[in-house]
């Protein structure tokens, strides 16, 4: 596996510090710091990676994955012969405070098998990423974002989601969005792909109307190897207090469903923020 931070952004990455190694630049304001740098040789940290929602079906592994025979996390999806039950696994964690702005990378194994169809009750939507404020849930005061797949041909395309103004996330809430028809492809099944999501909290008091949408200076967007997949512009700030994100979780819950057991594996996540 390559070396996964840009260090221009970062400001210098220390891989033995994971807490709140803050410096500050010449105006005072602080620069991006490692908040989790994880290769998963060992364990997963259980004081870390939880939430109130809980880690679901995740384990630690060493298999021979890719080519890559380190320690990883692996994430289960259990199949079923039904096409209406869904699936779950999800790696949640809890950030020491809420940020502003903040930036993941991670490799990301998609499985051979992997096979994303449209069940007979239309629900297709996989959860990639939840980054939320306060108490999780539909309704909420704080900032919700993330991204979600859906059924493409059995590939799935990724579509960028935000809250907006305590409504739910969803694909169209927001303004500027672009989505990826092709970010899991058949090319992508049986290897790993490199994943970089940056995220920038809205600031108070800039918002404005665009096409009869509030819209505000945050940002969420997705990079697939380095090139950019997919983004939201444009998001609004909620409320006038603290803006950003404390909770948040990888994959999730998998309302396609899936007919057999769908393994993915999540290795050398970086986590860096302000």
């Given at each position: 596996?390559?070396?996964?931070?840009?260090?221009?952004?970062a400001?210098?990455?220390?891989?033995?510090?994971?807490?709140?190694?803050w410096?500050?630049?010449?105006?005072?304001?602080?620069?991006?710091?490692?908040i989790?740098?994880?290769?998963?040789?060992?364990?997963i940290?259980?004081?870390?990676?939880?939430?109130?929602?809980?880690?679901?079906?995740i384990?630690?592994?060493?298999?021979?994955?890719?080519?890559n025979?380190?320690?990883?996390?692996?994430?289960?999806?259990?199949?079923?012969v039904?096409?209406?039950?869904?699936?779950?696994?999800?790696?949640?964690?809890?950030?020491?405070?809420?940020?502003k702005?903040?930036i993941?990378?991670?490799?990301l194994?998609?499985?051979?098998?992997?096979?994303?169809?449209?069940?007979?009750d239309?629900?297709?939507?996989?959860?990639?990423?939840?980054?939320?404020?306060?108490?999780?849930?539909?309704?909420?005061?704080?900032?919700?974002?993330?991204?979600?797949?859906?059924a493409?041909?059995g590939?799935?395309?990724?579509?960028?989601?935000?809250?907006?103004?305590g409504?739910g996330?969803?694909p169209?809430?927001g303004?500027?969005?672009?989505?990826?028809?092709?970010?899991?492809?058949?090319?992508?099944?049986?290897?790993?792909?490199?994943?970089?999501?940056?995220?920038?909290?809205?600031?108070?008091?800039n918002?404005?109307?665009?096409?009869?949408?509030?819209c505000?200076?945050?940002f969420?967007?997705?990079?697939?190897?380095?090139?950019?997949?997919?983004?939201?512009?444009?998001?609004?700030?909620?409320?006038?207090?603290?803006?950003?994100?404390?909770?948040?979780y990888l994959?999730?819950?998998?309302?396609?469903?899936?007919?057999?057991?769908?393994?993915?594996?999540?290795?050398?996540?970086?986590?860096?923020?302000?």
């Amino acid at each position: 596996m390559t070396e996964m931070v840009d260090k221009s952004v970062a400001g210098g990455v220390n891989p033995n510090t994971n807490l709140l190694d803050w410096s500050y630049d010449e105006n005072g304001d602080p620069k991006f710091r490692t908040i989790r740098n994880d290769t998963f040789d060992s364990v997963i940290d259980s004081s870390f990676y939880t939430s109130e929602t809980g880690n679901y079906y995740i384990s630690h592994d060493t298999a021979n994955v890719g080519g890559n025979t380190g320690g990883k996390v692996k994430l289960r999806f259990t199949g079923n012969v039904s096409e209406t039950v869904d699936a779950m696994a999800q790696l949640t964690f809890t950030l020491p405070r809420i940020f502003k702005e903040l930036i993941f990378e991670y490799d990301l194994y998609v499985p051979a098998n992997y096979s994303h169809t449209i069940p007979s009750d239309n629900a297709n939507n996989n959860k990639f990423l939840r980054l939320w404020q306060t108490t999780y849930g539909f309704y909420h005061a704080g900032n919700k974002c993330g991204a979600s797949l859906f059924a493409n041909s059995g590939n799935s395309t990724l579509i960028p989601e935000c809250m907006h103004f305590g409504d739910g996330v969803g694909p169209g809430i927001g303004w500027g969005d672009t989505s990826d028809t092709g970010f899991i492809g058949a090319a992508d099944k049986g290897a790993w792909m490199h994943v970089k999501v940056h995220a920038k909290a809205a600031t108070v008091g800039n918002n404005f109307s665009e096409g009869g949408t509030t819209c505000g200076d945050g940002f969420i967007r997705f990079y697939k190897n380095d090139v950019l997949s997919a983004r939201n512009e444009k998001m609004a700030s909620i409320g006038t207090g603290a803006q950003g994100w404390k909770y948040g979780y990888l994959m999730g819950a998998a309302n396609s469903g899936f007919r057999v057991d769908t393994d993915f594996y999540i290795d050398n996540l970086v986590i860096i923020g302000v």
